[in-house]
């Protein structure tokens, strides 16, 4: 293993980071096959100012954590240097089949393990170079940083303790952060935290134009009832209200079928410091009737430049 750095490693920023893969499909980008004639702006809009901070900051790796990575015993982590593949949405084919290349921080990785099982969690380094990323992390990691240029590590969601108890999966996931927090600063690592979630996940059954999938004129959120739960969320976000987020974030999963429920956003907060700050909500709309907010967190020191308002607004 590579020897570690002195300096003591820091979250930089942590984003909640959709990944319906439509937004890449409207994109057009070279690895993605299907061409598109666009759609799904306000969301992709919201994903440029990301980039840019991203920019900005200049982090040694991202990290993401994605429901669609789904393992049943433990805390999987990437760590082989190089992941290469094709990769192909099982419900969306026609949409996304993208070529990928990453490079993976494997010390970074590797020590999350570690202290993973200092933790008490169960925990395994993945390291088959064969392995097939989910499009969850592909699609994240694209609308975050389209250059592929920054080094990563994606760790996975392990649905068994979530599936049976909301509070009992949900306090893994915050040991799992806490873990990831003290990985970064024993590494010296900058380090930029995406949960790759959707909020509310009811959605229509069927496209609403097979021949036209982006066709704007047809997205809207499934139900006002969900639309309500995603504002309700959103603004306790943005207004730092930590605590009463944590509170009612079991009903809004239950009531919403909020994409959450894995534990993505709870890892990333949680290894935040649970942040009383408010988050900038960059974008939220909708694909296919579901909620999508782009939302990014900044400590204090490393607040963003003119493309950023303050958070904590109403």
């Known amino acids: 293993m590579t020897k570690i750095r002195s300096a003591k490693g820091e979250i930089v920023a942590g984003f909640l980071a959709p990944h319906p893969p439509h937004l890449v499909y409207a994109e057009n980008p070279a690895q993605n096959e299907p061409r598109s004639r666009g759609g799904w702006e306000s969301l992709r809009w919201a994903y440029e100012n990301c980039r840019k901070s991203i920019k900005e900051l200049k982090p040694d790796v991202i990290l993401v954590h994605s429901l669609h990575w789904q393992t049943v015993v433990g805390h999987h982590v990437t760590a082989t240097p190089r992941l290469e593949g094709r990769s192909v949405d099982p419900i969306f084919p026609h949409l996304f089949r993208y070529a990928y290349g990453m490079d993976v921080d494997v010390e970074l990785a590797e020590t999350i393990v570690d202290e993973c099982k200092s933790a008490g969690l169960e925990s395994k380094p993945m390291r088959n170079p064969k392995f097939r990323v989910d499009y969850g992390t592909i699609v994240s990691l694209h609308m975050l940083n389209p250059d592929w240029d920054i080094p990563v590590v994606g760790i996975s969601a392990n649905n068994s303790p979530y599936f049976y108890d909301d509070k009992i999966g949900q306090d893994e996931m915050s040991r799992l952060g806490q873990a990831t927090a003290k990985a970064i600063a024993k590494t010296g690592r900058r380090a930029v935290l995406a949960a790759s ?33 995603d504002v309700k969320i959103i603004n306790l976000l943005r207004a730092g209200k930590i605590d009463e987020f944590f509170d009612v974030m079991p009903q809004f999963c239950r009531e919403a079928f909020a994409e959450i429920k894995a534990g ?44 950023q308002v303050s958070g904590g607004q109403k």
Do not use: C, K
Not at 199 to 227: A, K, V
Not at 271 to 300: C, F, K, S
């Open 197 to 229: 979630n959707t909020l509310s996940h009811l959605h229509f059954p069927e496209e609403p134009n097979p021949q036209l999938p982006e066709d704007m004129s047809l997205e809207h959120i499934q139900s006002q009832g969900q639309y309500e739960w």
């Open 264 to 307: 993505g956003l709870t890892w990333m907060l949680e290894a935040m410091g649970r942040p009383r700050y408010g988050a900038q909500l960059h974008g939220y709309g909708t694909v296919i009737g579901t909620g999508n907010a782009v939302m990014e967190w900044r400590p204090e020191g490393n607040q963003a430049s003119s493309h």
